[in-house]
T-cell receptor, first 112, second 115 residues
Framework: DAEITQSPRHKITETGRQVTLACHQT?????MFWYRQDLGHGLRLIHY???????NKGEVSDGYSVSRSNTEDLPLTLESAASSQTSVYFC???????????FGNGTRLTVT | AQSVTQPDIHITVSEGASLELRCNYS??????LFWYVQSPGQGLQLLLK??????LVQGIKGFEAEFKRSQSSFNLRKPSVHWSDAAEYFC?????????????FGTGTRLQVTL
């Protein structure tokens, strides 16, 4: 079965370090998204991609970057981790405009 | 800009009772509307979606939702709640057209079910 896999599931890092969260999907979807989930805020869009070599900023993109070199992967990089980036991060993918999102199981990141 | 409001942060119902979770959206045109459910430690699972047509939408696990354009609402309902329905529920709105389903989510409603 097709799926979307995030790694690691849990990560603890120190302030100022660079961190990369992996997202890999086998749906062959063009569209991929990164959200962060925080209490009281629901899910907020960080970055998204409509296809290979395409990346776009979401509503909370400061301090994050993504790159899309193939269809399957959209890694999320925190350039210099900050305590405000402690959160649960979800990757998602979709087939076309209006299609439902398929979510990974999330990565819990703690920045100390 | 599109937005979603879920006015109830936390709801408690007894097993077997009916359930209604509220969702109000703001969007300038006809939206796509979704309800997702999240169990602890898991990602989000799609319950149901509305694109067009019949305003009463049936989903998985016995859930349904009704789109009311005049009230900008898309409330989720279930006639009889089961203990396994305890989870967090998210309403989301997306734009029709365009090349991707970029969704805006509400802040969620946590459902507790008492036995």
């Amino acid at each position: 079965d097709a799926e979307i896999t995030q790694s690691p599931r849990h990560k603890i890092t120190e302030t100022g370090r660079q961190v990369t969260l992996a997202c890999h999907q086998t749906w062959n979807h063009n569209n991929m998204f990164w959200y962060r989930q925080d209490l009281g805020h629901g899910l907020r869009l960080i970055h998204y991609s409509y296809g290979v070599q395409d990346t776009n900023k979401g509503e909370v993109s400061d301090g994050y970057s993504v790159s899309r070199s193939n269809t399957e992967d959209l890694p999320l990089t925190l350039e210099s981790a900050a305590s405000s980036q402690t959160s649960v991060y979800f990757c998602a993918s979709s087939e076309t405009g209006g299609s439902p999102l398929h979510f990974g199981n999330g990565t819990r990141l703690t920045v100390t | 800009a599109q937005s979603v409001t879920q006015p109830d942060i936390h709801i408690t119902v007894s097993e077997g009772a009916s359930l209604e979770l509220r969702c109000n959206y703001s969007y300038g045109a006809t939206p796509y509307l979704f309800w997702y459910v999240q169990s602890p430690g898991q990602g989000l699972q799609l319950l149901l979606k509305y694109f067009s047509g019949d305003t009463l939408v049936q989903g998985i696990k016995g859930f349904e939702a009704e789109f009311k354009r005049s009230q900008s609402s898309f409330n989720l309902r279930k006639p009889s709640v089961h203990w396994s329905d305890a989870a967090e529920y998210f309403c989301a709105v997306g734009a029709i057209g365009g090349t991707a389903s970029k969704l805006t989510f509400g802040t969620g409603t946590r459902l507790q079910v008492t036995l």
